[in-house]
């Protein structure tokens, strides 16, 4: 359940890149996995590589994937604008 809790977190995460412009790496679903990749593997990380069970999981649990998926957002962002796409032109 915490990797559930972690997931879920990126994902709403995520929905505030529609206020950037889109230079993402994958465009926007480059930027919706490294979301996900990015509030897991910082869960995994802060919980000591243990999801926890259905019984240890607390509000908490879902606030942790939160760095992650601002990190994955913004190492998405930054691989992309490296690679030099260019920002949409509406």
């Not at 000591?48 to 190492?75: D, K, Y």
């Amino acid at each position: 359940m915490g990797l559930l809790a972690w997931v879920t977190m990126g994902l709403a995460i995520w929905h505030f890149a529609i206020f950037l412009p889109d230079r993402f790496f994958g465009g926007i679903v480059g930027s919706f996995l490294f979301a996900l990749v990015g509030a897991a593997l910082f869960g995994l990380v802060i919980s000591g590589f243990t999801v926890p069970g259905n019984s240890e999981v607390t509000i908490l649990t879902a606030l942790e994937g939160i760095p992650g998926a601002l990190i994955g957002i913004g190492l998405a962002y930054l691989i992309g604008v490296r690679r030099g796409n260019p920002p949409l032109e509406l």
